[in-house]
């Protein structure tokens, strides 16, 4: 999943690769439907209108809201985001620096803007 190569057809392969190595073992293969199952499958889990895409990327945006307002990363080990929660800590912790030099720099502006739309 690292590697920028990879797409949804790589990942589908991979999965089906693996399970014919399983199946291998008792002298079997995955079946042509069951091939385009699994490519299904992966297409729907990867599609940005999946409820467990939308489900982990809500999971994710409220983890990096919580870096923002409180500066730290909250870990939350049952929210289904342990395997990449050391990659979220790193990426959290830098737009938390770039939002701070942001609103450092351009506060003096922001408060004009929100003033003006206040009043």
């Known amino acids: 999943m690292k590697d920028s190569e990879t797409s949804i057809d790589h ?4 999965i089906i690769s ?15 439907e ?6 299904n499958m992966v297409n729907k889990t990867l599609s940005f ?6 489900l982990l990327n809500r999971r994710i945006r409220d983890s990096v809201r919580v870096q923002l307002v409180s500066g ?3 870990r939350d080990s049952n929210n289904g985001l342990e395997f ?3 990659e979220m ?3 959290s912790h ?5 939002a701070r030099h942001n609103r450092d720099v351009y506060a003096p502006w922001y408060d004009k803007i929100i003033s003006a739309a206040l009043a």
């Open 11 to 14: 990942l589908a392969n991979y």
């Open 94 to 98: 830098k737009i938390f620096i770039m």
């Open 84 to 86: 990449v929660q050391e």
């Open 18 to 32: 693996l399970a014919n190595d399983i199946l291998a073992r008792s002298n079997r293969s995955v079946t042509e």
């Open 89 to 91: 800590e790193a990426l």
């Open 72 to 74: 730290r990363f909250r």
């Open 49 to 54: 209108k999946d409820t467990v895409f939308l």
């Open 34 to 39: 069951q091939m385009h199952l699994v490519r």
